[in-house]
T-cell receptor
Framework: AQSVTQLGSHVSVSEGALVLLRCNYS??????LFWYVQYPNQGLQLLLK??????LVKGINGFEAEFKKSETSFHLTKPSAHMSDAAEYFC?????????????FGSGTRLQVQP | NAGVTQTPKFQVLKTGQSMTLQCAQD?????MSWYRQDPGMGLRLIHY???????DQGEVPNGYNVSRSTTEDFPLRLLSAAPSQTSVYFC???????????FGPGTRLTVL
């Protein structure tokens, strides 16, 4: 069965600093990987996804993530944090060929941006 | 398109009461899912459906029932509410392929 681990339930950075949110997955076959963002009292919005092809994926709001099969990782980065990036971020995995038409989510990382 | 809609936005129940959370999508997606979100636990899958008349259990199905009579609607029923079901509930839909989920705005449920 697939699983997702997000290291760090809370991450705090200064405005303008690098954002790095960590995600490791477990899957017996190459998975599809997702990052979602949730702003306070809102639903989840897709930031970016990896399915096949280029392992460096660019998403909305300047975020990107790199699929590293050898490290089973899909870390999310942004070169320069903005105050508006403060939110909770979820990594998720889908394993093709299982018939399960839903995602498995990590426990989330809350990003705080200090002025 | 409205996307995925959920009603109600907020609900307070007493232990033992029953209720139905409504979910509808207008994107003609085959697949629909219900998740619950609890602090520190991410989103956990309750039930999902791969088409009208076909449903299956997720990781935390106990205490919840679902049915899917149409492509558009996927209601979640709480038969006898318990305080452990206090949570935020999200409905999502997806199409064949990567299982990218399109989420509704959520229902915040409190069971006293």
């Amino acid at each position: 069965a697939q699983s997702v681990t997000q290291l760090g339930s809370h991450v705090s950075v200064s405005e303008g600093a690098l954002v790095l949110l960590r995600c490791n997955y477990s899957s017996s076959v190459p998975p599809y990987l997702f990052w979602y963002v949730q702003y306070p009292n809102q639903g989840l919005q897709l930031l970016l996804k990896y399915t096949t092809g280029a392992t460096l994926v660019k998403g909305i709001n300047g975020f990107e993530a790199e699929f590293k099969k050898s490290e089973t990782s899909f870390h999310l980065t942004k070169p320069s944090a903005h105050m508006s990036d403060a939110a909770e971020y979820f990594c998720a995995v889908s394993v093709p060929g299982t018939g399960r038409r839903a995602l498995t989510f990590g426990s989330g990382t809350r990003l705080q941006v200090q002025p | 398109n409205a996307g995925v809609t959920q009603t109600p936005k907020f609900q307070v129940l007493k232990t033992g009461q029953s209720m139905t959370l409504q979910c509808a999508q207008d994107m003609n997606h085959e697949y629909m899912s219900w998740y619950r979100q609890d602090p520190g636990m991410g989103l956990r899958l309750i039930h999902y459906s791969v088409g009208a008349g076909i449903t299956d259990q997720g990781e935390v199905p106990n205490g919840y029932n679902v049915s899917r009579s149409t492509t558009e609607d996927f209601p979640l029923r709480l038969l006898s509410a318990a305080p452990s079901q206090t949570s935020v509930y999200f409905c999502a839909s997806s199409y064949a392929g990567t299982n990218e989920q399109f989420f509704g705005p959520g229902t915040r449920l409190t069971v006293l």
